[in-house]
């Protein structure tokens, strides 16, 4: 299948003055896994990515990014041209209300930050008259399984994949993962296997459930 894909990746920073900024401890790895798959199965790959120390998968467009407003900026300019969007960045949930234009000194004192929710890049894809392909990724720590099923059906995807990020063999920052991806009728496990492998298979089961939906429209 010749399809396109818009893939995120990597963590956002959300600055709190020119020094500091709120981030997670998102590494990029199973975005740009996923990038280097779909790539190599000869679709073609926009990714859209926030800071990382990774190398750019070859054959990938690539954007660069930094906030969550960044990246929903080009997300929104780039879904134009996607089948499937795949939403693996771990996008702040939250911002600082104010960016403090010079660096915030150090005191005796307490500081309180004020923040208010970051723009939720799936919500607005999901929200287009005619979105692409809808694939989402949640990092949870407990009660995976609810929280996984209530965004698939709360953000209107097809797929969501979830990740056990309480577990220190996968998830954030390492070379594998174990996942489970959840859609309407089911669930299916991937085990534990490095994040290149369980992108392969990822894409495989991406595309499945893609030709699926769109021969059933015909």
């Known amino acids: 299948m010749n399809l396109t894909y818009l893939i995120t990746a990597g963590p956002t920073q959300e600055s709190i003055d020119p020094i500091r900024y709120l981030t997670n401890h998102s590494s990029g790895k199973m975005g740009y896994a996923l990038a280097k798959a779909a790539a190599k199965n000869n679709s073609f790959v926009i990714l859209v990515t926030g800071p990382t120390q990774l190398k750019i998968p070859n054959n990938v467009e690539c954007h660069k990014s930094i906030t969550a407003k960044d990246m929903n900026t080009i997300v929104m300019r780039e879904y134009i041209r996607a089948d499937i969007f795949i939403g693996v960045a771990a996008v702040s ?126």
């Open 93 to 218: 949930d939250y911002t600082p209300k104010i960016t403090y234009r010079n660096k915030l000194k150090k005191s005796h004192n307490s500081i309180i930050l004020t923040l208010e929710p970051a723009v939720d890049i799936i919500k607005n894809v999901s929200s287009l008259k005619e979105p692409p392909f809808l694939v989402g990724f949640c990092a949870e720590t407990h009660n995976i399984e609810n929280f996984a099923k209530e965004k698939l059906r709360k953000k209107k995807l097809d797929l969501i994949v979830a990740n056990d990020v309480s577990r220190s063999d996968i998830g954030f920052n390492v070379d594998y993962n174990s996942i489970v991806v959840y859609f309407n009728k089911g669930k299916k496990k991937f085990h534990k296997a490095s994040k290149n492998k369980i992108a392969e298979k990822l894409i495989q089961f991406i595309e499945k459930h893609y030709d699926k939906k769109y021969n059933h429209r015909i």
